[in-house]
């Protein structure tokens, strides 16, 4: 006969793999396992496994309480119903391994959040929702994306707020989580983007701070420039990124011919990146 109180534990691991997906329906969640391996001849200690792995890449909790890098602890998930106000439990804590998404929805102010973050800076990408009836961000209308470093993160989740305290202790609230994944990278700090092809971005979107703008390197180049009474915006088409080290000029080439000189460059972040695989029983 099987130990029964291994049940408990299968349940607590689906339990954190789909309240870090809760707007999966349960069926699609089995799918998602089914696609990892997961069938008809597995154990349950597989089937765990999986989960566990969903869970890592969408936390039920954050930052994730006694993990490593991979792992998702069952004996967390019950603390997911917990309250996030700041108690004696709950003050909050940095991030302690890995590079986060925490994708965020403020009906208040009308805007969505995306928030890259590693254990010291974060990088906030806010939009506006879409009016008449959409539904997604209404990318066309992005703000300037901000790095700032933070120095702690209230624990949160999915349809919980998102607070963040930057370095001075100033909470700043983000609205309410919608999801939040792991991303490939381990560190937010890039050291240079000298060579870069468009075709070679996998992916991949930068925010390079420069002497007088905020230029955000992706499938097309956005730069930021704040003047004194407005922010000017302007798109570039590239091909290649000619320079781009701390303490030289971000040199583009263009698309059409020729180049733009967009400023001495200041550091360099990651903006985006893709979402980490669940590799899947016996990867």
């Known amino acids: 006969m099987k130990d029964p109180t291994r049940i408990d534990k299968v349940i607590a691991s689906l339990r954190a793999a789909w309240e870090g ?3 999966l329906p349960l069926a699609t969640l089995l799918g998602v396992v089914s696609n990892a391996g997961i069938g008809w001849g597995s154990s349950d200690e597989q ?3 999986v989960l566990e792995e969903l869970a890592s890449v969408h936390p039920p909790l954050f930052p994730i309480p006694g993990a490593q890098a991979g792992t998702f602890p069952v004996g967390a998930a019950a603390s997911a119903a917990a309250s996030t106000a700041p108690t004696a439990g709950n003050r909050g804590a940095s991030v ?12 208040g102010r009308g805007v969505h959040t995306s928030a890259v973050l590693d254990a010291k800076h974060i990088v906030v990408h806010t939009v506006p929702l879409q009016r008449a009836g959409g539904r997604g961000p209404a990318a066309r209308e992005a703000t300037q994306p901000v790095v700032w470093e933070y120095g702690r993160i209230r624990r949160t989740g999915p349809a919980r707020p998102f607070v963040v305290a930057d370095s001075d202790g100033f909470e700043h609230r983000m609205g309410v989580v919608k999801q939040i994944s792991a991303l490939q990278p381990t560190t937010l700090d890039v050291e240079h983007l000298n060579g870069l092809h468009q075709g070679h971005l996998h992916g991949y979107a930068y925010a390079v701070r420069t002497e007088s703008a905020t230029v955000v390197v992706g499938k097309r180049i956005h730069v930021y420039e704040k003047l004194r009474r407005e922010l000017k915006r302007d ?7 000619r320079s781009c ?3 030289d000029d971000l040199v583009v080439e263009l698309s059409a011919g020729g180049t733009a000189c967009l400023g001495a460059v200041q550091d360099i972040f990651i903006a985006k990146a893709p979402i980490r695989r669940v590799d899947g029983m016996g990867a």
């Open 21 to 23: 997906q809760p707007d």
């Open 245 to 247: 080290t701390p303490g």
């Open 235 to 241: 798109t570039l088409s590239w091909s290649r990124i």
């Open 96 to 107: 302690s391994f890995g590079t986060w998404l925490v994708e965020t929805t403020d009906q």
């Open 47 to 49: 089937l765990v496994e």
